[in-house]
């Protein structure tokens, strides 16, 4: 992931909570200490998770806390790491996440940049070494919240299409950028730069629905309606769909992402 | 616009030169001066120009040099006017382009913002009283060529619809990264935040072709795929198109270059 820091659309749904927030954090932080995460970063990472059910970003919520039980119980993700500089300049890091909580170094990583940013007038933080950080939307308001505009990316396990291309290219590697306004009448962005981000097709599969023309392709290359593809072979298509609605520009965008993540990182995901 | 320095997917489409690169340049520069431009801002001018020719960028071609000149005769540019710093800190600056050719102060801030991001790591200039300035990804690379990466951004007059409303929202808003590759094999992105720039709507009208679906509403909020509605009331969409196909993110694509560039130079178009 990288974190700018200067100063989101998000389409924000708020759940009608069936389930006090706090308990719910306190269930997921409960899990992660389980499977033996420190209680700090359980507690971090909770925080983040509910964050994204709250806005409506239900891909990055609850769903994704059996992918985090997983991976502490495999041994795959260390929760009780923390995050370290590796080096530094005056507006400028590149930070080891020790195989920590993504969240627990996203935190760690924007704050850098905002300490920074205050010192210089910009600052961009990059991190090698971390695992999935839940909404990119919480580090970049995390900035805005302090007056400034914050902006995050990550990129992501390949599963989106790149133009004229048979195989998946980039991940869905969000872009998201959040920038306080007056009354707290804020922008937030937080996007996949495919059509829709996996989740989307993931809860249409839990619905039984279909999903439009225009989302994925299936094994074959032919566009599908059936959002059980994703289990198989079936792979999202960019921003702007077709080669004639210039979804070469959401390949375009998405390698910025894999650019300003894993190149600089030194850890690409293509 | 507004240019970072950290450290493009051009579909580049190279002229078979029917003219000498130099010899249109010259005859743009001296088009530039006979309109009251000095020699040394005619040539940067110039050479802005014939490089978006040369990079398939028609739109921003030659096909411009009308509106430069009627800005020079009317007054609404100034030919002669070099760009000053406003304010400054170790990474970032907001420069007054004293409404000069806005290639002229591309060319200033980007230089300033190489030469900050030596110094600290990251560097973001951002300007006001500029004008058109021409690709976008001319700015990027000139950072790329000094093997950082680079990126420019610009707002521009709105022609472009906003998910759900019924009037143009932001203009075509770019966004433009670079980033040097091994052997030359470079990472160039030049994009409109629109489904297509403008100038490929006028293409289509002077080649007497029709235009895709999906790229541009008429005066009733139909598509349409005549594109003389661009010479009335015809507003482009977003990148994404309709709203099931996500035309809200290249809305707030757009957005995110309106604030970049408008509300952080004080200068906002939408």
């Known amino acids: 992931m990288v974190e700018f820091v200067l100063s989101c659309i ?25 499977c033996g995460a420190s209680k700090e970063n359980a507690a971090a990472h909770a925080e983040v998770v509910v964050a994204a059910d709250v806005r409506g970003h239900y891909s990055h919520g609850l769903q994704r806390l059996d992918l985090y039980v997983c991976e502490l119980r495999e041994g795959a993700t260390d929760g009780c790491a923390l995050p370290r500089v590796v080096r530094e300049a005056a507006s400028s ?25 205050r010192n210089t007038g910009i600052a961009c933080v990059c991190t090698k ?9 919480w580090y970049a308001i995390r ?19 790149a133009t004229r291309a048979k195989e998946a290219f ?4 969000p872009i998201s950028m959040a920038a306080p306004g007056k009354k707290s009448d804020n922008f937030e962005l937080d996007m996949a730069t495919s059509v829709v981000a996996s989740g989307k097709v993931e809860l ?17 290359g032919q566009m599908t309606s059936d959002p059980s593809s994703a289990a198989t072979s079936g792979i ?13 520009k959401g390949t375009g965008l998405g390698m910025m992402v894999e650019i300003l993540c894993g190149i600089l990182s030194g850890k690409c995901s293509a």
Not at 149 to 154: D, V
Not at 212 to 218: A, Y
Request: net charge negative; with cysteine; hydrophobic share 45%.
């Open 10 to 34: 998000y389409i924000c749904i708020v759940l009608s909570s069936k389930f006090a927030e706090g308990e719910v954090r306190r269930f997921i932080s409960d899990c992660l200490v389980a």
């Open 93 to 117: 890091a590149l930070v080891d996440g020790n195989n920590g909580l993504g969240t627990v170094v996203g935190n760690f990583c924007m704050d850098l940049a905002i300490e920074k940013a």
């Open 129 to 137: 070494g971390s695992n999935h950080y839940g909404i990119a939307g």
């Open 143 to 161: 900035a805005s919240k302090q007056g400034l505009i914050g902006m995050s990316f990550t990129n992501a396990f390949p599963g989106v299409l």
């Open 170 to 173: 980039v991940g869905t590697n």
């Open 204 to 220: 249409a599969l839990l619905k039984k629905e279909s999903i439009p023309l225009g989302w994925m392709v299936d094994e074959k």
């Open 236 to 248: 999202l298509l960019p921003l702007g769909g077709t080669e004639m609605q210039s979804g070469y």
